[in-house]
């Protein structure tokens, strides 16, 4: 085989193209091909020598040559390369003596083609795909055509761009009309599906294999090998290590009884056997497997083979989980070696490789850890830079986007803010490295999502772990320059994940509906793909000119449709066209001289405090007690009196976040009105009912406690973007009617079974029960009479004052209602029902309605396109939800923001249904008597009066209530 490997190198699988080329030769031939598709190897053998025979007597000798190569690939098969090396000098030499036999040339290229593809030897590969796709247009055999599309999806997965391989993939589908071949591609494409994020969900389809395979091939063929392999595949990615180690070992079963131990296919399942064995902690006979891997891989690839490089790195895993670093990087450092031969050095698996030695260097060799950040840096960006400046702080070209650069970035990011061995000497120095790290994927954050691809940012990293570090350093560097340039990014920084999680929610929601704003995504990225070719393409002018030419189209096609959906729907437009914050000194112009925006930002065990007014700004870092936050929101949530713990607690909770300085800054400017951005457990606490003085005992009345309520109104907001929007956005819409009021009531006569409930909810997520608990009572919905006396009453109210009202009430509160009313011009849509908050998935929480489809999904509301300017949702734990630090919180009301609502009513916990009725009609009374001009002034006076009511004087009754604005 080595001597051979000089002259001509064989293929490993069967170009399927051959039973067309020789379908009508003659009856032994076409038995021989089915004989060798099922792999009866023995009996094909006998076969095509018969056929042999009956080439020569009738002196087809083009057709004895094509049967040479059907030799070869057999013997290949069965890792005899002397036998398959001589039939393969055969057909060689007669090539040579024959110049113009395009058909046989033709397919001893594609069977080339499919071997260096199967050995990874992608320059080769490369070349002979060149040639074929200049020649296959020649012939008319269709399954060429086909294979050729095949084996073409086949390289480009080697190369990692697995969308394109599954095009390719199929189109081979289509065009084949040889069923194994088909199988094959079949196969491939759903082996692809794995390696896409977006296709996870697909990746378990194999069976499509399964079906295709049992009517074309015996149980026991290699092709039910690699399908179990699929499955393993599949599981393996889920991360479900038993199932993918059971098929793994069937496919090894089948592939073990057809080829020698020496075989390519034998190699890769011991690989995959040591991955999950490895992922099962069966450590040593995961090392035993990856060895017997590494010695068939050395044995038929050579030292120097991408596969080899596989083995050298499972390895290398083995050794850094047990701690021998040493050893690990030495064979990390083999596989980066062979891998940069192979694909050469800017490709992501080479970034991937260095990121891996650097992570191993990371905890005691901070040098060695950043030298091979920035290799990776290096790797991964479209050219070389080697200037030390480029060493500490890269700049990132605009229209690249790249997940291994991000990780790099991150990784050095990190490294610089740690502080430590190398970096001890100069803090400010480093941590301004540090910082110009940040400021690199922050760029490249914002070129993913200019291109609409998101590829595990900011999901990747720690990012958000790097965005509190960063903030952290930002403050530290204002705090000792006074540069105001560091409050800038510190305001940035903290907004971005919080604004753009809100972005994605509507531009990259899949339900999404509207079909202007799906066009821009699209050409967004149509956008993107070209610029980043323009780039790789810059030596080649006609290209060049060409890709140009098409930015220049797109972006004119995208400029119409934005042109449209600013004018058609201009908050639709703004959420998804905007993606930084401005300057803060823009943002104070827009701030009213009695207002302050509080934008909180929790870092490990402390918090960041910015506070915004018109002319100022106020930064300060301040110690955090979780536990306290955690204690008030159970004692908000079941307590309906007050006691001396809550006194403790709601102060403490105060002095934390309202330093001293802030407090008194509040004071002489007269501030009467705080736009709240919370962090983490913040969103969990209403900061109306915290108390701004120290008190020992309760006083005789509650309503003489100090509620922070009583000195300003509050609102809250998701991030400073999305203040300052509301601030400089105010709703000019012109409203046909005043209010539509949504009440199914729930009592006997229209009460829902909770069997149909759960089969509705079972349908989407299995733990229901779970969701309904707070509302099912023996069996059914429990009633709430009062929602209807709710409605009702603002009914009457709206009515008495001449405005125009529209009831939806117990079997008319439907889907199908509301859908229709969403679009009408409602100023205000007032949901009186129960309510869920699934905390694991927002789009599972839920609006009970009556009707056939009961629960009203998030995912369903995104759908709507709703144009009121309030949002009343007078349900339980509408506003309730699962914090996250640096992005915010992800609720029910979080869908009506997305549907195009600026001013949200929701709930943090269970409310009560009769407090809720009267509170909800002291709300309209204010709202109607200031004239619609401001929603949270109106609801901080309903909630003055309900506690001067002393049944309902406790927080647990009034403080739920909160307005987001957008």
């Known amino acids: 085989m080595k001597n051979w490997r000089g002259i001509l190198l064989i293929i490993i699988l069967v170009s399927a193209s051959i039973t067309n080329v020789f379908a009508q030769r003659n009856y032994s031939f076409s038995e021989a091909l089915q004989k060798y598709e099922v792999s009866s190897f023995d009996s094909a053998f006998l076969m095509l020598t018969s056929a042999e025979k009956e080439a020569i007597r009738s002196k087809k000798i083009n057709n004895f ?84 599309y095949h084996l073409k999806g086949n390289y480009f997965n080697l190369l990692g761009r697995y969308k394109e391989a599954i095009l390719y993939q199929d189109s081979a589908i289509l065009f084949s009309t040889n069923k194994f071949l088909k199988l094959k591609a079949v196969l491939e494409k759903q082996l692809m599906h794995y390696k896409i994020f977006e296709y996870q969900e697909q990746a378990l389809q194999l069976n499509k294999s399964l079906l295709l395979a049992e009517k074309i091939v015996s149980a026991n063929h290699w092709i039910y090998g690699k399908i179990y392999e699929g499955f393993g595949y599949s599981y393996l990615d889920f991360k479900k290590f038993i199932l993918a180690d059971d ?129 990776a840096l290096c790797s991964s960006l479209p050219y070389e830079a080697d200037t030390s400046d480029y060493f500490y702080s890269p700049e990132v070209p605009e229209n690249f986007v790249s997940r291994e650069t991000a990780i790099a970035l991150s990784q050095k990011a990190l490294l610089f803010s740690y502080n430590q061995n190398l970096f001890n000497y100069d803090t400010l120095f480093y941590y301004k490295k540090a910082f110009d790290c940040y400021k690199g994927l922050d760029k490249l954050i914002d070129n993913s999502h200019k291109a609409g691809v998101i590829f595990d940012i900011p999901n990747l990293e720690n990012t958000y772990n790097l965005n509190h570090k960063k903030i952290t350093i930002l403050y530290w560097l204002y705090e000792k320059t006074g540069d105001p340039q560091y409050i800038n990014y510190l305001l940035y920084g903290a907004d971005r994940t919080k604004t753009y999680k809100l972005f994605d929610e509507i531009q990259f929601n899949k339900s999404n509906t509207d079909s202007t704003l799906q066009k821009i995504t699209d050409l967004k990225h149509e956008r993107f793909l070209a610029e980043k070719e323009l780039i790789n393409a810059q030596k080649n002018d006609s290209l060049n000119n060409i890709l140009k030419t098409q930015i220049i189209k797109i972006k004119q096609e995208l400029f119409q449709h934005q042109s449209y959906l600013q004018k058609a729907k201009p908050e639709l437009f703004y959420f998804t066209s905007s993606n930084q914050i401005p300057d803060y000194r823009i943002i104070q112009t827009a701030i009213p001289q009695n207002t302050a925006i509080i934008d909180f930002h929790i870092s490990y065990g402390s918090q960041n405090v910015i506070a915004l007014f018109n002319d100022t700004i106020l930064c300060s870092n301040i110690p955090l007690n979780k536990t306290n936050l955690m204690l008030l929101k159970k004692y908000f949530e079941n307590e309906t009196e007050i ?88 709703n000019k819409i012109k409203y046909d009617k005043e209010i539509l009021l949504v009440a199914p009531v729930f009592d006997k006569s229209n009460v829902c079974q909770l069997d149909n409930l759960s089969k509705q909810y079972q349908r989407s997520i299995s733990d ?111 506003g309730y939800g699962k914090p996250d630090y640096g992005i915010g919180i992800q609720n029910l009301a979080i869908n009506f923001a997305v549907s195009g609502t600026p001013n949200i009513i929701s709930t943090l916990w269970n409310v009560d249904d009769a407090s809720a009725s009267l509170l909800m009609v002291f709300l309209y009374k204010n709202i109607i008597s200031a004239g619609f001009e401001s929603y949270v002034k109106s609801l901080r006076k309903a909630k003055l009066k309900l506690i001067k009511k002393n049944r309902y004087d406790a927080p647990y009754f009034w403080a739920p209530y909160t307005i987001n604005i957008y």
């Open 65 to 148: 040559y094509h049967l040479q190569l059907v030799k070869a690939e057999i013997f290949h098969r069965k890792a005899d390369f002397d036998s398959a090396q001589h039939y393969i000098k055969l057909v060689a030499n007669y090539l040579l003596e024959t110049p113009n036999n395009n058909e046989l040339h033709l397919s001893f290229e594609m069977y080339f083609l499919n071997h260096y593809i199967e050995f990874s030897i992608l320059d080769s590969a490369l070349y002979f795909l060149n040639k074929v796709e200049s020649a296959k247009n020649k012939s008319e055999n269709i399954d060429q055509v086909a294979l050729f």
């Open 247 to 375: 098929y793994f070992k069937r496919s090894h079963q089948i592939l073990s009884a057809q080829f020698k131990v020496n075989h390519v296919f034998i190699g890769n399942i011991y690989n995959l056997l040591g991955i999950t064995r490895f992922e099962l902690y069966h450590d040593s006979v995961s090392l035993e497997y990856h060895h017997k891997a590494l010695k068939i891989r050395k044995t038929l690839f050579g030292e120097n083979n991408i596969n080899t490089s596989y083995s050298y790195t499972n390895i290398g895993n083995y050794y850094n989980w047990h701690n021998l670093y040493d050893t690990a990087i030495q064979y990390y450092e083999k596989a980066t070696n062979i891998r940069t031969q192979t694909f050469g050095f800017h490709h992501p698996k080479i970034a991937n490789a260095y990121i891996k030695i650097g992570n191993l260097y990371f905890p005691f060799n901070t040098e060695n850890a950043l030298k091979y950040y920035h290799y």
């Open 643 to 730: 006691d001396t713990t809550y006194l403790s607690l709601a102060y403490s909770i105060f002095s934390s976040a309202f330093s001293l300085t802030l407090r008194d800054m509040l004071k002489k400017r007269k501030i009467k009105n705080l736009i709240i951005i919370p962090d983490g457990e913040y969103w969990l606490i209403p900061f109306e009912a915290l108390i701004s003085k120290p008190l020992k005992d309760i006083p005789g009345k509650i309503v003489q406690l100090p509620f922070l309520l009583k000195d300003y109104e509050i609102s809250y907001s998701i991030s400073l973007n999305f203040a300052y929007h509301w601030l400089t956005n105010q």
């Open 768 to 878: 229901s029960a779970f969701y309904f608990n707070n509302f099912i009572q023996n069996n059914m919905i429990s009633a709430l009479p009062f929602s209807e006396h709710e409605v009702l009453n603002i009914n009457d109210l709206f009515s008495h004052k001449k405005k125009k009202s529209e009831l939806l009430i117990r079997e008319k509160a439907n889907m199908n209602a509301i859908s229709e009313k969403s679009d009408s011009s409602f100023r205000i849509i007032h949901i009186a029902s129960h309510a869920f908050s699934n905390i694991n998935n927002i789009d599972f929480s839920g609006i009970l309605l009556s009707g056939e489809h009961s629960i009203v999904f998030g995912g369903d509301i995104k759908k709507l396109r709703i144009n009121a300017d309030l949002i009343v949702l007078s349900a339980c734990e509408t």
